[in-house]
């Protein structure tokens, strides 16, 4: 850091001394002179930023955005129209402030203004750039338990590349390729068209309604749903088998039993302000700038709220199945993180972590050394320990010398296949034998890894890369009863993510639970940067 600062002085020095000749020792016209006095003040402005001051050092202190030649004009007029409409994408346009990069421009009548304001328009085109990019937030600095890790872009590439580029192509390329940015921005001018509008109409006041009732009540939810275009036009005041098909969509797309009756839970839903779920797709979109990267043909896509598991084939949904994800208590939910799926374990072993033998089980066997005898007790070189001659009572939680494990079974809490992408959460997929979780609505309730409701077809779906029997060789495996590792010879990317906002290839929107709190955390966030709720035509 030292030694670039320092080659950073010494450069903008030795400009300085070159400047200085040039004009006083070498009767510089007065042509020359401008144009040494822009370098200078353009030297001197990008001495504050290491980045900036290494463009413009290889650069030679030539202008890209401030003179008079085309390639100056059409790369301002690009990013002066890409900062106004930043709110279209989500994004703070008070970071980049237009207006007053606007009002720089015409205020710059002199060769050291127009540097000054030449080394101001590529800060903000760096902020711009990345922001839009790989998100205007970091995702640890909001939440702990998103570990994503961003794709940042080096800050002089960015500069460097679009000096040769078309200005309009490099702005449309930053954002991100994922055709569900693209279906979320739409989503997002819709609704912001609907709030300026006065949103979604008012809140149906009834805690519950079902089919064949009518009233006020019945109405005002028609009128709700056909805001949401679930219903048609209609006169109708009754909860007939139109509003009770309608109702049934809804629920699909909220992630509710869809059985057309409007209990409370659908209620509560329903009456949620349009402002809620428009918040909800600008922090879907923001998380799609975190992910700015390619997700891999095959890849396996785990999104917590919807508590689902599914395998995505070239971009198309090939395989899902339900899941239950991480309890909602600190040290239980599930994080955010991608890795890449190594191999499947086809009758595991549950080695119990830590916190779970300290916490849960240990005070247990000090009450009752023979307290969950389903597990063996295991010394530090993996040898089986009789539970007589282990002194449950002379231990803590920390002095604790002991593990414990449970061996391959249909009672094993692992069930009998889990799926392993190393990583240093210790999150795996997996079976169980809690099969009754999976009918609930909602399901979190695990130490935080994820559990599926059909491991086996979900093994068979991945395997079927590799063999013509997947069915017949993982059964193979189970019939032993002995635990075996079976290597993926195509390692899968596996993305674990948190979207209550999504939108189906078909066009339809769907919303879920912030059930960790997460998404009201990034709005926050998001507000606290400069974003802002915007309705069009309002």
């Known amino acids: 850091m030292q030694t670039l600062r320092s080659q950073t002085v010494f450069s903008f020095r030795a400009l300085f001394v070159m400047l200085a000749l040039s004009i006083f020792n070498l009767g510089a016209s007065p042509a020359t002179a401008q144009v040494t006095a822009f370098k200078q003040a353009v030297a001197e402005a990008a001495a504050k930023d290491k980045g900036i001051a290494a463009f413009y050092q290889a650069n030679k202190y030539k202008s890209i955005w401030t003179g008079r030649g085309a390639k100056d004009r059409q790369r301002r007029d690009a990013l002066l129209n890409a900062v106004t409409n930043a709110a279209d994408h989500g994004l703070p346009v008070s970071r980049y402030n237009p207006k007053q990069l606007k009002a720089l421009l015409k205020q710059a009548n002199n060769s050291r203004a127009r540097g000054a304001v030449e080394v101001e328009m590529s800060r903000i085109f760096l902020q711009y750039a990345r922001d ?250 993996g040898r089986k320990v009789s539970r007589s001659a282990a002194n449950f009572g ?40 809690a099969k009754n979780l999976f009918s609930r609505e909602s399901r979190a309730y695990s130490h935080g890894c994820i559990r599926l409701h059909q491991p086996f077809d979900f093994a068979y779906a991945l395997l079927a890369k590799q063999t013509n029997d997947p069915q017949g060789f993982f059964k193979a495996k189970l019939a032993t009863g002995a635990e075996s590792r079976v290597n993926l010879k195509a390692p899968v990317p596996v993305h674990i993510v948190y979207r209550t906002a999504f939108v189906t290839a078909d066009g339809r929107t769907n919303f879920r639970r912030d059930i960790y709190g997460r998404d009201a955390k990034i709005f926050s966030a998001l507000v606290k940067a400069g974003v802002q709720l915007r309705a069009i035509g309002g």
């Open 394 to 433: 002379a231990y803590t939680a920390k002095t604790f010398p002991y593990s414990l494990k449970q061996p391959p079974s249909r009672g094993n809490a692992l069930g009998l296949v889990k799926f392993i992408f190393p990583n240093r959460h210790n999150i795996y997929l997996h079976d169980t034998p």
């Open 132 to 381: 839009l990019q790989t998100g205007a937030l970091v995702p640890a600095k909001v939440d702990s338990e998103i570990v994503r890790q961003v794709p940042y872009r080096d800050r002089v590439s960015y500069l460097t590349n679009f000096t040769k580029s078309s200005p309009k192509r490099f702005f449309k390329a930053l954002a991100p390729t994922a055709p569900e940015y693209a279906r979320l921005m739409k989503t997002k001018l819709m609704m912001e068209r609907q709030l300026g509008q006065g949103g979604w109409g008012q809140k149906v006041p009834s805690k519950s309604l079902k089919p064949g009732q009518s009233g006020n009540s019945v109405v005002i939810m028609r009128n709700r749903l056909q805001a949401m275009s679930f219903l048609k036009r209609s006169s109708s005041q009754t909860y007939d088998a139109a509003m009770q098909s309608a109702m049934q969509q809804f629920q699909l797309t909220r992630g509710l039993n869809p059985d057309g009756v409007a209990g409370p839970g659908t209620m509560a839903e329903i009456n949620r302000p349009i402002e809620s779920h428009l918040q909800a797709v600008m922090v879907a979109m923001e998380r799609e700038r975190w992910m700015n990267r390619p997700r891999g043909d095959r890849h396996i896509w785990v999104n917590l709220t919807d508590f689902t598991a599914a395998i995505i084939d070239n971009s198309k949904e090939t395989f899902k199945t339900r899941s239950v994800i991480g309890k909602n208590v600190s040290d239980r939910r599930s994080p955010e993180f991608s890795d890449v799926m190594e191999y499947m374990i086809i009758n595991p072993s549950w080695f119990v972590p830590r916190s779970i033998t300290t916490k849960e089980y240990l005070p247990l066997m000090q009450r009752n050394p023979n307290a969950v005898s389903h597990l063996e007790v295991i010394d530090s070189r």
